[in-house]
């Protein structure tokens, strides 16, 4: 889609590609990072579109790129993206996979070890991996207090198949309130990689967006970064995004109500006086979340209307009578902007009782993307 396309479309998301690349500069100056940063694109990016993200970001030289399915590293190797790409959750059946394509897996149990040598024999070549300690999250890893059970192991293996590329643990409560749990990860995780053969265990990575972002001292060498670079926040962080996302709607039609008229499935809103009631073309297939039923807002210009009634499957009711000039084919901004605007992502989640990610990575392919901002030209991208 591009600029010109607009009038055709109900309802699409914008994306500031500028914004995006000038959050990746914020916390990689906080946090310093001794080798590099590795953007997690994971879920299409956050939903955003991983292919326009990682051509974005492309010229800031990633020391690499995060994903969590095989498919994900396939799609940039195919869209010929030649940088260090780590999959963080790999099949067993997958790891040949990742052989071939020349994707580094997470390595956290000793089958998965033993099974990815048996790659690297078979393909007759040393093949790189990133070993995950658990050091409290408690899904996947090497334990971290259990080195004498599996550090001979995996020292063998690299003597002779593989080549142990880095090592990391994920903090489990980094948004919280309180430093001490994320402290103690650290701690542990200093401690289990102390107790490898010196020049073992390659660069470490512990980070992602929250931790770097409040106590950067805990990022080791290499940084992380998720949310943050897609304008949301987990938690508590002291340094605000700048706004990366905005879910634009148009109005399809506009009517006049009587006081006591209903709205949408239930009836769950009644108009308290006459009023003026505007049908937006986006629902929850679009990913508006139901929860946002007589619930949220929607914004005109510098405006914001209430949403009344039941969000459906294609379109949602918002009461205008306060907004003059609202009309069919009028513009509105259902998620999007910066600081705690009643429709700003950080906002609508609050108000669904999820998180960011949830809404981001919920916004479904039915909404075009629209890219620009920066040195990006306005266009439109598949996904």
């Not at 040949?96 to 024999?121: F, K, M, V, W």
């Not at 402290?183 to 542990?188: A, C, F, K, T, Y």
């Not at 003059?324 to 009643?342: Q, R």
């Amino acid at each position: 889609m591009n600029t010109s396309d607009l009038s055709k479309v109900r309802a699409w998301v914008d994306i500031d590609l500028g914004a995006l690349v000038a959050n990746y500069d914020t916390l990689q100056a906080r946090a310093k990072p001794a080798v590099g940063v590795l953007p997690i694109v994971k879920a299409d990016a956050y939903g955003l579109g991983m292919c326009p993200v990682v051509r974005a970001l492309e010229p800031r030289g990633p020391w690499g790129y995060g994903v969590a399915a095989i498919s994900e590293g396939i799609e940039l190797r195919e869209k010929g993206i030649g940088r260090r790409v780590i999959c963080f959750f790999c099949t067993p059946e997958e790891l040949d996979l990742a052989a071939e394509a020349n994707i580094i897996p997470a390595i956290g149990d000793l089958t998965a070890l033993d099974r990815y040598r048996s790659s690297a024999r078979r393909m007759g070549r040393r093949l790189p991996f990133h070993l995950e300690i658990d050091t409290g999250m408690g899904r996947c890893g090497f334990h971290h207090a259990d080195t004498a059970r599996w550090l001979p192991r995996v020292l063998e293996a690299c003597a002779e198949d593989l080549e142990w590329e880095g090592t990391f643990a994920h903090y489990h409560s980094a948004d919280e309130a309180g430093i001490e749990p994320t402290q103690d990860q650290w701690e542990r995780f200093q401690a289990c990689v102390s107790r490898f053969p010196q020049g073992s265990g390659g660069v470490k990575h512990t980070a992602a967006s929250a931790s770097a972002a409040r106590w950067p001292q805990f990022s080791a060498d290499v940084l992380r970064p998720g949310l943050f670079l897609y304008g949301g926040v987990a938690g508590h962080e002291p340094i605000e995004p700048r706004a990366v996302a905005a879910v634009r709607a148009r109005v399809t039609s506009v009517r006049e109500v009587p006081e006591g008229w209903t709205v949408s499935y239930g009836a769950t809103h009644r108009a308290a006086r006459p009023s003026r009631w505007a049908t937006l073309a986006i629902g929850y297939a679009d990913g508006l979340r139901r929860e946002l039923s007589n619930n949220g807002f929607v914004r005109f210009a510098d405006r914001e209307a209430p949403i009344v009634g039941r969000v459906c499957m294609d379109v949602t009711v918002v009461d205008v009578t306060d907004i003059e000039g609202v009309e069919a084919g009028s513009i509105a901004t259902v998620i999007g902007g910066a600081g705690d605007g009643e429709v700003s992502l950080m906002s609508v989640a609050r108000r669904c009782g999820t998180i960011a990610y949830e809404i981001l990575t919920g916004l479904t392919r039915r909404l075009p993307r629209r890219y620009h901002g920066g040195d990006f030209e306005p266009r439109g991208e598949g996904r």
